[in-house]
Structure formats: C-alpha cells, structure tokens
C-alpha cells in the first residue's frame, strides 16, 4: 500500500518552486493566490531566505508547493491508502484525504502561520535537535532544567527536538550530552512550536477550526498528536488544535502507517526530510521523495512495480465500469462543485437518500470543475458523488456514479 507524506515548515528554501513553473501543475499557486490575496509566486521563486524564515511566509508556502507537488501526483492517477503530514503538513494531508477544501486549508493555514508568528513574538522560544540519544534521556534532560523546555518532535530513533526559551534549551543541550548525546543542532527559528509557549496562539486557531468544514476523509489520517488513524471528521478540530502545544509524534505516525500494511511512502512536497526520517524508522518501507518534476518518474517506477498501488479506474476511455454502471468524469483540473441533486450533495449524504430519487438525463448539469460545466453524457439514477464538494480534482477524475436507464446499456 502507498501512503503520501507531506513536510512541515523546516523544509523550504529559497527558489523552491522554479522547478515546477511549466508543470501544468503550477496552476495551483494561482489559485491558492486567488484565496490568500497575495502573490504567492513571488513567495515560491523569489523569496530569499530571511523571508521565508518568517513563520506565516515558511508555513504557506510550503503548504502550497506540497499541493503542487500533489496535484502533479494525481495527474498519474495515483493515489494513497493513508496519508499523514509532519505538523503543518498534516493540514495538507487533510486536503490531499478530502476531509479539508483546499480554499479552506488554504484559509486555515495563513490563521495558523499568523497566530504563530505573534505568539512567537510574544514569547520568543527557539528549538534544537538532539542527536544520538533515546527518547528517556532527553525527557530527563528537559526535566532537569528549572526553565520551560519540552520534547517537540519524535522524529526518529536518535533523533529528538527539543523546544522553549532560548536559555532553557540551551541548557538542555547541555545535560542531553552529558547523558550521552552526540550532537546538538540548533533551528534558526524564533518560536518554541509544539510546546506550552504556543498556548496564546491556540483560542485564534480554535476560532478558525470552529468556522472550517471538515468532511470525513475518504483514507486514513494518521495524527501527530496521538499516532492513530482517524477517519471521522468530527476528531479533526481537536486534534488540530491539541497539536499546537503538543510533540510531533513522527515516529509513531510512520510505525503505525507500516502497522497499517503501508509499504511505500511517497513525501510530496519540498526538501525530503521525511524520507530520510522514514528509512530510519521503518527501514522496510520503500521512502520516496518527489520534490521536483524529475521525481513522479521514479515514483511511477515504483507504482509499476507494486501490484498493490493501483491509479484510478476510469478515464476518458473508461466511464462504462459494468453493463448498468457509469462514472462521469471531470473535463480538466479545478474544485468539484456538484449540483444539489434532490438533496445529494456527497458521499455523506448518500444513505439517507432513497433509490431513485435523483435522476439524470443525458446532458444534465451535474456540477462545476471551475468554470467548466460538468454534465452527464448518460441517463440514468445518481448513486453518488465520488468528489466531495470542493475537493480539487484532476482531468478524467470520475466525479459522480450512475445507475443507468435500459436504453443506455447498449
């Protein structure tokens, strides 16, 4: 089973999405653009590194470029058992799971970046990565300082980061080599993220998360905050907001992906943290960076290899699935906006809606891709929408499923 992965701040650099400006792809960043009412080429081409070290600017543009990267992916019909993402990047993978629109994780994501920001202001922390010791020393580390310093990411085995006031962390680093630490990198970051210095920022993004819609993802959602797949919408609001002050169980995450028969996984999105993460966590899963365009051709390499990732089943040659069913697809890339057909406006509609209540007719408008009109070329019952109501999708995506008439059969 494929799982995608995707980075959180940390991993952008300056020119980051030049490699992608003649992907069909890039349309992403216009369109995230649109939503944040800001250039966000500029941020991804021209960007130097001071800028892009500015929590808001670090947190979107990775965001955004990580979309790019999976909408690419999409456009070679791959897609994931689960998904997962290293803090910020666990927002992405709410949208790459369709429990998120990607307006909305848009949205959510600058009230994230700018919360942070000010908390940091408020409260400067910093954060530093311990090498070469256990989990258990690096608690007792932080435990014996007087100061206000934490355990902030589970990255690997041998690999803790620890975060809070500068004084405290440093003095951590401290004890942590004397209880058998190698090393102590330092992160050229202002706040002490995944920690209690973070709780200021926490009643403005809980305001956030209260006006955001989340749907039930359609994969399962492995979180930081507690390393368990989730799969009902309700849970994400909570989690999101717990993630705040509490450590990125990243270890964890990526065992339990492994535990759920994940082997492969894909990181989409800048840098490649995460890949060398996972080949020291889980040395039996394939990692795959895909960072630039050079990379979809080793991951579909991969795919065509492994019987067990498999690419969408209909295109443009393959709407007619059994001799009484039929998928409509979508004509090119954009948010899926589906009609509200006798009440069915989703998959989670779908039950309560009886047999035969919605039915369609040879060119009915079934919803929108864009600016594009999406209308059925058969005639029959509407089973489901296989898109959630603003969910991005990609040309010959199948986007609703018919039942159809006799006279359609043929």
């Given at each position: ?5 995707f980075?959180?701040?940390g991993?952008?650099r300056?020119g ?17 653009s ?15 590194a001071?800028?892009l ?10 965001f ?16 994931p ?5 290293h ?14 629109a ?12 700018d919360a ?7 409260r400067?922390?910093t ?18 300082v ?5 355990i ?8 803790v ?9 440093a003095?951590a ?8 630490a190698?090393k ?15 709780a ?14 989340f749907?039930?993802?359609?994969v399962?959602?492995v979180?930081n905050?507690?390393a ?12 999101l ?9 990243w ?6 992906l ?5 082997t492969c ?6 840098g ?6 996972a ?15 050079e990379?979809?051709?080793v ?6 290899g ?8 209909a ?15 979508s004509?090119g890339?954009?948010?899926?906006i ?24 040879v060119g009915?408008?079934i919803?929108?891709?864009g600016s594009?009109?999406v209308?059925?070329?058969f ?9 959630h ?7 010959g ?12 059969r043929?």
């Amino acid at each position: 089973m494929l799982a995608f992965t995707f980075p959180g701040q940390g991993s952008q650099r300056p020119g980051m999405g030049r490699a992608w400006i003649d992907h069909p792809s890039w349309e992403v960043v216009e369109e995230a653009s649109a939503v944040a009412g800001r250039d966000l080429a500029s941020l991804l081409l021209d960007a130097d590194a001071t800028e892009l070290t500015l929590t808001a600017n670090a947190q979107l543009a990775t965001f955004v470029l990580s979309l790019v990267v999976l909408d690419a992916v999409e456009r070679l019909g791959l897609v994931p058992g689960a998904v997962a993402g290293h803090s910020l990047g666990e927002y992405t993978a709410l949208v790459a799971s369709g429990s998120l629109a990607f307006e909305e994780g848009v949205q959510l994501v600058m009230e994230r970046g700018d919360a942070m920001h000010h908390c940091a202001d408020e409260r400067p922390g910093t954060m530093a990565a311990v090498m070469g010791a256990d989990d258990d020393a690096v608690e007792a580390a932080c435990e014996r300082v007087e100061g206000e310093v934490w355990i902030a990411n589970f990255n690997a085995p041998g690999q803790v980061v620890i975060a809070g006031t500068p004084d405290a962390v440093a003095e951590a680093g401290r004890i942590a080599k004397e209880l058998g630490a190698r090393k102590i990198v330092p992160f050229p970051v202002a706040g002490a993220f995944h920690t209690d210095l973070m709780a200021p920022a926490r009643p403005r993004l809980r305001k956030a998360l209260a006006g955001t819609t989340f749907l039930d993802p359609e994969v399962p959602v492995v979180a930081n905050v507690d390393a368990r797949a989730h799969q009902e919408a309700g849970q994400w609001p909570g989690l999101l907001s717990a993630q705040l002050c509490s450590p990125v169980r990243w270890r964890q995450v990526v065992s339990t992906l492994a535990r759920l028969g994940v082997t492969c996984l894909a990181e989409l999105g800048p840098g490649g943290v995460l890949t060398g993460l996972a080949r020291r966590i889980e040395p039996e899963v394939r990692a795959i960076s895909v960072a630039v365009p050079e990379d979809l051709d080793v991951l579909v390499d991969a795919a065509a290899g492994n019987e067990s990732w498999h690419a969408y089943a209909a295109s443009h040659q393959g709407e007619r699935l059994y001799t009484s069913e039929r998928v409509v697809v979508s004509p090119g890339p954009g948010e899926f906006i589906p009609e509200p057909l006798a009440g069915v406006v989703g998959p989670a509609d779908l039950a309560r809606t009886p047999s035969g209540q919605a039915m369609i007719g040879v060119g009915d408008l079934i919803g929108r891709v864009g600016s594009a009109e999406v209308r059925s070329p058969f005639a029959g019952e509407l089973v489901a929408f296989l898109a959630h109501p603003s969910e991005r999708v990609v040309e010959g995506q199948p986007v609703a499923w018919l039942r159809v008439s006799p006279d359609e059969r043929s």
